[in-house]
């Protein structure tokens, strides 16, 4: 086997084990009430699956901006939930 091969072997098994850790936290906690709950849950499990706080922190900024590349109005209510959401980490369970 090359080096090349390794490193993405164990990329890619790296990739896996955030995916595993990410779906047992949502197996775990999604169930509990409530929507700050559910929040939560989605927040740390997107937290795991991007693998550092660099790349969540680049997704988090990403809705700065719409798909268009324009700032969102002070109306879209998705927007403005998932930017709450995400900026404010939500509340754990």
Known sequence: MTEKTIKKEK???NAQKRIDKALN???E???IDGEHH???TVVEAVKILYGNNKKYQEFV???DTNEDGEK???????YNSWKKMLK???IAP
Do not use: A, H, Q, R
């Open 11 to 13: 990329k890619e098994k």
């Open 25 to 27: 936290l949502i197996g």
């Open 29 to 31: 906690y999604y169930t």
């Open 38 to 40: 559910k929040n939560w």
């Open 61 to 63: 900024d990403s809705f």
């Open 72 to 78: 969102p109005t002070g109306e879209d209510e998705v």
């Open 88 to 90: 404010n980490n939500c």
